[in-house]
């Protein structure tokens, strides 16, 4: 059995996952199509083949325990996570947003949560973005935040081209704040983490040596049963 190791779960891609990849035992993605760096142990379990969120989540929190998998990290998953898995991974799934969520609205809540969060602080005006590393609860993007980002500043022409009504200028450079923020930050949060949780000496085995057990998992039975 695998001890100390950790799993990544990803939709389309991982961003940061580079500095982790002596650490990581698997990657579970989302999306078939999902684009990962090269020799990266990656299991794709496509979410639309299951009829709901907690069966897929049970199949694959099945998969993470057999691999001896004790440390969960979200990089770049776009789903929300439902209780069968916080369950079976209490205080150690792990989520890096691209937002500042230290940011409150004016309810005490947290400001830019969600897909959007980059382009939602743009467009309220923010002259800086961040990334947080937090702690996955069953409240999205709430969980206790363990550490922040260096500050991105935005560019003041794009608030200009906002009070204009240009939402295609918007649109394009908030992808590219994000961009710069995950190509830049993200492997460094995911290391402030997980390099806390590990004592791996020499990196995790093999990748031919757990990936005809992925196989083996999601093939034997895809209808686990789900706790209530």
């Known amino acids: ?5 950790v799993a990544v779960l990803c939709s389309t891609r991982a961003p940061g996952i580079e500095p982790l990849l002596p ?18 142990p990656v299991m794709h379990h496509p ?22 998998v004790d440390t969960v990290l979200c990089l770049g998953y776009i789903y929300v996570l439902t209780d069968v898995m916080l369950n079976a991974f209490p205080n150690r799934i792990f989520n890096i ?13 947290r400001k830019y949560i969600g897909l959007r ?10 002259s800086e973005t961040r990334s947080t ?19 991105y500043p935005v560019a003041p022409f794009v608030h200009e081209a906002a009070a204009a009504g240009h ?22 949060l995911a290391l402030t983490v997980v390099g806390s949780r590990l004592s791996v000496v020499g990196g995790p085995p093999p990748i031919h040596d757990f990936l005809p ?11 686990l049963p789900v706790s209530s």
């Open 1 to 5: 059995m695998l001890t100390n190791n």
């Open 23 to 40: 650490h990581v035992t698997c990657v579970i993605a989302t999306h078939e199509n999902a684009t990962l760096p090269a020799g990266v």
């Open 47 to 68: 979410i639309r083949a299951y009829a709901d969120r907690r069966t897929y989540d049970a199949m694959t929190a099945h998969v993470l325990r057999e691999l001896g």
């Open 97 to 109: 947003h691209d937002s500042d969520l230290t940011i409150k609205r004016a309810d005490g809540e």
């Open 117 to 126: 969060s980059t382009r939602d602080a743009i467009l309220a005006g923010e």
């Open 133 to 151: 590393l937090h702690l996955v609860t069953e409240k999205l993007d709430g969980g206790p935040i363990l550490a922040l980002s260096k500050p």
């Open 167 to 188: 939402k295609d200028i918007v649109k394009a450079y908030a992808y590219a704040q994000r961009e710069w923020m995950m190509r830049d930050c993200w492997g460094k």
């Open 213 to 223: 057990t992925f196989s083996r998992l999601l093939t034997t039975d895809s209808r």
